[in-house]
């Protein structure tokens, strides 16, 4: 049976809503059928012909441009104040379904919507869609929690992480829990360290007025790269559902804390200078538009973690990002615990090392094996699989949840917490200035000895 919903997207006018979110949706409604009305409301004017020609491009980055004609006759705009409890009334009644309400928005504001939505009656099945971060710390994040959960019951709430949308970040439950090869491995024992990378290109994009709040660890670190962190570590599910599989996912960041505790020595924090990123001359950091240097943001962050748990303990895991960066990498990488040399053997036996790439869906084997020449000599060799892209983007696999009324994709309130009071001691020690904020030239691999 075809769903019929109205997708009402708050700050409608930002460019995650052009980059990401309309995309994603184009992606979705190309390959499964939906019954969507799409309504746009933001303070920017716009015109209804204007949104409906944004809907139309975004479907003409994925497929035919006239695919959307079925969805722009019902699809809205309004210009609104959406804090205004008054206001929200009338974006609710311009709904022509059950609404979904997309909260395209920071934090701050997303706060205060949901403040004025107390007073506003929501139609029964109304869910909530909130982008990251889910508030500004730990405090902010439980007061968000508690107000959202005034509005509606948790299972219509959707905390939005498009990282669990990726094929290659839910491949890591297959590869491990459907492999003896890997699962038997996995563990203290056998494993010696993990690293989670994810370090792009590109610098601001114009982002500047919100990434100089957030900075890496917070647009990254505390959000996706923890989230991938509680897949990689967790235990086997007993069934593939929102409850366990999440609940699974929250008993590893609840066991995850800074190593030794220590997040001054566990931690690291850095800027790009101006540089050449390939083709492209960037600025400094500090003077790039919509940026305060005075709030010392960082661009690039590496944090080490610990999981206390048996099959963990005393495996450092350690969560990298950063933006500027002259080498794209966005991998998952396990380093196993060295062999013995083999008598007789020409050569030590390197490691094991499995990499897995959480945007293309490569997965590497690092192994040693008998030299081409020489079979007395060992050598290093790589094996590679490779894996066809989904068929929708990550934005449109969890908006398939959002719509489907599943929140196996989305992040349940108590892993929201968790990933904050995992990284507040780190935020503390940065605000006070006891890691120092070093600089690395755009188009570099970060500061030396990093």
């Known amino acids: 049976m075809t769903q019929s919903v109205s997708i009402l997207i708050l700050g409608a006018g930002g460019d995650l809503t052009k980059r990401l979110l309309l995309p994603g949706l184009a992606s979705l409604l190309s390959v499964h059928d939906y019954d969507v009305q799409v309504v746009g409301a933001a303070r920017e004017e716009r015109t209804d012909e204007q949104w409906r020609q944004l809907i139309r491009d975004s479907f003409g980055q994925i497929t035919d441009p006239h695919d959307a004609d079925r969805y722009l006759e019902s699809a ?9 409890a008054g206001r929200l009334r009338d974006l609710i009644a311009a709904c022509d379904h059950t609404p979904i309400i997309y909260f395209a928005l920071p934090p701050t504001v997303t706060a205060k919507v949901c403040t004025a939505l107390r007073q506003v009656d929501l139609p029964e099945g109304t869910r909530l869609a909130l982008e990251k971060p889910f508030g500004t710390d730990l405090k902010s994040a439980r007061a968000l929690n508690r107000l959202i959960a005034r509005l509606v019951p948790e299972e219509q709430v959707f905390r939005i992480d498009h990282f669990l949308g990726m094929s290659m970040v839910l491949n890591i439950l297959g ?12 563990n203290s024992e056998r494993i010696e360290r993990v690293e989670i990378v994810y370090d792009e290109l590109i610098g601001l994009e114009g982002r500047g007025g919100y990434y100089d709040h957030a900075g890496a660890l917070t647009d990254m670190l505390q959000s996706h790269l923890l989230e991938v962190l509680a897949l990689l570590a967790m235990e086997e599910p007993p069934r593939l559902n929102e409850v366990e599989l999440r609940s699974n996912a929250a008993q590893v960041l609840r066991a995850t804390h800074v190593w030794d505790d220590d997040p001054v020595a566990s931690s690291h924090r850095a800027r790009y200078t101006a540089g050449q990123v390939g083709d492209r001359s960037l600025p400094s950091y500090a003077d790039e538009p919509g940026v305060d240097p005075a709030l010392e943001t960082e661009t690039l962050a590496k944090v080490t973690v610990e999981i ?23 991998q998952v990488r396990v380093h196993m615990r060295p062999v013995p040399e083999i008598p007789g053997f020409g050569g030590a036996p390197a490691p094991d090392s ?14 040693t094996m008998n030299g081409s020449g020489d079979p007395f000599t060992l050598e290093r060799s790589t094996l590679v699989a490779k894996k066809e892209p989904g ?12 719509l489907d009324g599943d929140p196996l994709l989305s992040v349940r309130a108590d892993m929201a917490e968790e990933c904050w009071r995992i990284f507040e001691p780190v935020i503390a020690a940065w605000r006070k200035d006891e890691v120092p904020l070093e600089e690395y030239p ?9």
């Open 354 to 367: 499995i990499m897995l790439d959480v945007k293309s869906g490569a997965v590497e084997l690092g192994v």
């Open 308 to 330: 206390d748990t048996a099959r963990w303990r005393g495996v450092p895991f350690t969560l990298r990002s950063g933006k500027a960066i002259g080498r794209y990498t966005t």
């Open 391 to 402: 068929d929708m983007l990550p934005y449109g696999q969890v908006l398939r949840g959002i």
């Open 76 to 84: 809205r705009y309004i210009t609104a104040d959406v804090t205004d």
């Open 175 to 186: 590869l491990r829990f459907a492999n003896q090869l890997f699962e038997s491995v996995w």
């Open 442 to 450: 755009a188009g570099s691999l970060g500061p030396e000895g990093w």
